[in-house]
């Protein structure tokens, strides 16, 4: 489909395009870590001193204190195996660059990040609490995805309709100078015709931007997809911007056609 001549709009898809790329990758590195994890058995009950509870918070002996030896192999094991997935991402230190502790706090909750960098054993608690949040991790990416890919095509079709439109125009414009009156009218029949076809795209944008949940990925929860994705943009809504800059050219040209 040919693209129209909307360098905010072409910006936005390639915006979305890296989005994707980003929500694919970390989708497969918590998939990765979570099959990495399925391959670390955790510290049975009776080898810890935890207190009675199920929540990873009621587990005092599962953080270090001066005397104890170090952490468990299994512990090491779930540090080197989240470095190596969730946080070797191609994009990870240009988008997020955090710590192991403040990535783990981000992605599941501080006691987590808590237990897992200053713990000593991997608790059956932690254990799960671990493999639940990198499932959820995954899936809300996944989700991300699909919200994205939807946003792509609304994007492509609103530039190929876009570059439809300049065609048209750019056959209309050129004969308003000398047109007679009848001519005037002929081709002011079709200007309302494209001006019509944009305004039913804008509903359509509208529709979609407004019918949508917020976006809820850690550290952006609750923000809308249009203020994550455009929010640095001077139009906020760049698919709508560029529509209306064609409905006013429409109808610059059809005062035009008024003499």
Do not use: K
Request: proline share 5%; hydrophobic share 35%; glycine share 6%.
């Amino acid at each position: 489909m040919t693209a129209s001549n909307s360098a905010p709009l072409r910006t936005a898809i390639d915006i979305v395009d890296r989005e994707i790329e980003y929500a694919t990758d970390e989708r497969a590195a918590f998939d990765r870590f979570r099959a990495r994890l399925s391959n670390v058995d955790p510290t049975p009950p009776s080898a810890t001193s935890a207190t009675a509870g199920s929540g990873v918070t009621t587990m005092p002996a599962a953080v270090s204190t001066g005397g104890d030896p170090g952490p468990a192999a299994s512990l090491r094991a779930v540090r080197t195996a989240y470095r190596e997935t969730v946080m070797d991402v191609p994009h990870y230190e240009a988008e997020y660059g955090d710590t192991l502790r403040a990535s783990l706090a981000s992605e599941f909750c501080p006691e987590v990040a808590t237990q897992v960098v200053d713990g000593r054993q991997l608790t059956p608690p932690l254990y799960r609490a671990l493999w639940d949040g990198s499932e959820s991790a995954s899936d809300d990416r996944e989700r991300f995805r699909r919200a994205l890919e939807r946003e792509r095509e609304s994007l492509v079709d609103i530039d190929g309709a876009l570059a439809e439109c300049d065609r048209r125009l750019a056959e209309i414009e050129p004969q308003l100078d000398d047109a007679s009156t009848a001519r005037l009218s002929r081709l002011d029949d079709r200007l309302a015709d494209l001006e019509a076809t944009c305004a039913d795209l804008a509903d359509e944008r509208q529709s979609l931007v407004h019918g949508r949940p917020d976006v809820h990925l850690s550290g952006v929860a609750g923000t809308s997809l249009v203020t994550f994705l455009y929010g640095e943009f001077d139009a906020r809504c760049p698919a709508l911007s560029a529509i209306a800059d064609r409905l006013q050219r429409i109808r610059d040209d059809r005062t035009r056609c008024l003499r």
